[in-house]
């Protein structure tokens, strides 16, 4: 069946007329702030992508468009717009996506992906096209010598955690608790330079390390590690792993019947899936930065807000960072409008309060969180270090595995 | 070298071997037989694994007894997705495409059970405790859940290997590996034959999958290693060879064990890959090819 001309006709001037009311309509409304970014949703980085960074950008996304949208000085409250993509963790991906984001979208805003990896691999061209990067899972020594000034690493270096790490072995060692330490590292450039950062920390400190071995990424059996630091009499275990790692020493060594006094590890201990996992993980240390009973304002509503969003806590290390990463943003936004080296200058020269308590940038680091040390102690993992900070006192030894 | 030392490597790589042997078994049914390249077949594993933790999480079935579900859930899947999708790429192709072809379609496969496990059960990872306790003997000590997953592997193994030598079926299945022209002018039905052990391969890579759960974390990527693994192991022992399949799996697991006790935890897949390097020298067609 052909469509009369006539009939064609008035089809199309009806479509025209609805689209100039409806654009006009549009139009009216603010127009959105566009905030681009790519997210692990598949491949290896999805596990840490989906717990530390993902549910804080949606439910700092909907919070503000609760109240309005994210005020813009000068221009009033204007909804936030995500634009972004799975990068199925692979860096060429990413890579192009904020290539795009840059020169095709013309984005107003950038967030980061997730990873050390992953933000190495984007912030040089956040850098190139001027958009300020704030990155929360960013942990590298070598992100001071990158010299690029458009980004900005929250989290704690490793030379800061690995002192957090050997400041209470130093401790728990004069008190009589442990005498030897053995490091289980993982072989790729994080745990290469935590275990650099560690070699230093724990000689100035005085301490013995009896043993470090090193394992490959995606590593299916820890337990000939583990057997040779039991044999070997370690009583602090000090593992710079990642997620699965973690769990899989964690598991293996209770079932290598061996449960040393002081279990500490890097990422994934402070993921509340650890503590379900291993039925409060009472005892076991780790990487920590944040809890809900930190001084920090805002930092319970964070938490309850996050809760009753995606029916999951928050981590206790890095989460809360993300989140302050935001916080930041719409500050300045709030501040200097969407004025990018703007935002830049006031991100460089001003001291923030967040949910994650005060961050200031010197070079692109913060330095105003220290290393900090945490404990499952009950269901919260408490900060146990340093002093100044704790939430906590430390249990050692550990009681025995759940 | 102390007792304990040999009775780690041995017993560790028992239990690894047990596991290569019984994932790489069913990849060799599938290559072997039908020339299908399955580069889904880990993402099978990972199915199961995940089958396996949803019915020991939400209903409290024991692991092990998973498998009786997960082994004929996967093999009825297997049946159905072979006669859906790899029997018409099958039908009346020269051998050189059919391998292109399937490759193509192992890999679509390979997205659509990566992403459909993405949507039911999200990247977070997901594990639980089973036999999660130490056994000491032969002066030292071995995790009983590994124990246990080799085990089970090694017999269901083994049992399928008398099921080859001793059954009608078994000896169909060989005929078609030996001389699939010959087979079919014996009277075997070639598609029957061929759906049956795409099934079967299938279960052997779920049921895998339920032992591995027992040990590792589950993500919605645990699959592509094993597939890989497996491959390593069918080159190693020989294509088509079930008997190799197995003696390859429990080599590759010696050799992977006795690098990480005698040398280091990062030279594992160095040892493994040059042990490979070795046979396919001084032996192109794998240890037990013909």
Redesign the interface.
């Known amino acids: 069946m052909s469509m009369k001309r006539r009939e064609f006709l008035k089809t199309t001037a009806g479509g025209a007329a609805a689209f100039t009311v409806l654009r006009g309509k549009a139009w009216g409304q603010a127009k959105p702030v566009r905030i681009g970014y790519t997210l692990s949703a598949t491949g290896p980085y999805s596990v840490g992508a989906g717990i530390t960074q993902g549910p804080n950008y949606t439910l700092w996304q909907e919070q503000a468009n609760a109240k309005g949208g994210l005020l813009v000085k000068g221009e009033g409250r204007r909804p936030i717009e995500f634009i972004s993509i799975d990068d199925r963790s692979e860096h060429e991906t990413a890579v192009r996506f904020y290539e795009k984001l840059a020169t095709d979208d013309r984005v107003d805003l950038m967030l980061p992906p997730w990873g050390t990896a992953m933000n190495f691999a984007v912030a040089p061209i956040a850098n190139k096209y001027g958009y300020p990067l704030l990155g929360p899972t960013a942990v590298s020594n070598k992100i001071k010598d990158l010299q690029l000034p458009y980004f900005y690493a929250l989290l704690q270096q490793p030379d800061q955690i690995m002192g957090a790490f050997a400041g209470i072995l130093k401790e728990l060692k004069a008190q009589g608790k442990i005498s030897k330490i053995a490091i289980a590292y993982v072989n790729d450039l994080f745990g290469i330079e935590l275990n650099a950062s560690a070699a230093t920390a724990l000689k100035e400190a005085g301490l013995d390390v009896v043993d470090v071995k090193s394992y490959p990424l995606g590593v299916k059996d820890l337990s000939p590690v583990l057997k040779g630091f039991k044999a070997a009499g370690v009583d602090a275990f000090v593992g710079l792993t990642y997620p699965p790692d973690n769990i899989l020493a964690t598991s293996q060594a209770k079932e290598v019947d061996w449960n040393p006094p002081v279990w500490l590890a890097a990422v994934g201990t402070a993921f509340p899936f650890y503590r379900d996992r291993f039925k409060g993980a009472e005892g076991v240390m780790g990487i920590a930065g944040w809890n809900p009973k930190v001084k920090s304002a805002g930092a319970k509503e964070y938490f309850d807000a996050h809760v009753k969003k995606h029916q999951k806590e928050p981590d206790r290390w890095a989460s809360a960072f993300a989140y302050a990463s935001l916080q930041i943003l719409e500050r300045c936004v709030a501040e200097v409008g969407l004025d990018r080296p703007k935002i830049k200058g006031m991100v460089d020269s001003t001291e923030f309060q967040t949910v994650a308590g005060p961050i200031r940038f010197v070079k692109g680091s913060n330095v105003s969180t220290p290393g900090m040390v945490g404990q499952w102690q009950k269901g919260e993992f408490e900060i146990v270090w340093p002093k100044s900070l704790a939430t906590g006192t430390p249990v050692v030894p550990k009681p025995a595995w759940a | 070298m102390s007792p304990t030392l040999v009775v ?1 490597i041995v017993v ?1 790589g028992l239990i ?1 071997g047990g596991i290569y042997a019984l994932v790489a078994l069913g990849l060799n049914l599938q290559y072997g037989l039908m020339r299908v390249l399955n580069v889904a077949h880990g993402e099978f594993l990972m199915m199961g694994a995940y089958l396996t933790y949803s019915l020991h999480t939400a209903w409290g079935v024991n692991p092990l007894l998973t498998l009786l579900i997960t082994g004929p859930a996967s093999f009825g899947a297997g049946l159905v997705l072979h006669r859906l999708l790899y029997a018409r790429v099958l039908a009346g192709e020269a051998a050189e495409a059919l391998e292109s072809r399937s490759l193509l379609l192992s890999f679509g496969l390979l997205f659509v059970l ?2 459909a496990a ?1 949507l039911l059960w ?4 997901k ?3 089973y036999l ?3 056994l ?1 003997f032969l002066g ?7 124990l246990v997953a080799a085990a089970v592997a090694l017999a269901v193994s083994l049992a399928f290997y008398v099921f080859l030598q001793q059954s009608f079926l078994g000896k169909a299945i060989r005929a078609l590996m030996q001389d699939p022209e010959g087979a079919q002018l014996a009277g075997i039905n070639l598609s029957r034959v061929h759906g049956l052990c795409f099934g079967i391969g299938i279960a052997m890579s779920a049921v895998t999958g339920s032992l591995i759960s027992m040990l ?2 589950l ?3 645990i699959g592509l ?1 094993y597939t890989v693994t497996a491959l390593v192991v069918v080159i190693l022992g020989g294509l088509g060879n079930v008997a190799g399949s197995l003696l390859g799996g429990l080599i590759l697991g010696l050799v992977e ?1 006795a690098s ?2 005698l040398a ?3 030279i ?2 160095i040892a493994s890959y040059a042990v490979l390097s070795l046979i396919l020298i001084l032996k192109p067609s794998g240890l037990f090819g013909r």
């Open positions: 780690d560790g690894t990566q992403n993405l999200s990247a977070d990872l594990g639980y405790s999660a306790v130490p000491h030292s000590v071995f995790p009983a859940n590994r590792f974390e993500t919605p990527f290693p064990t990480v006790y280091a935890s990062d594992r897949l």
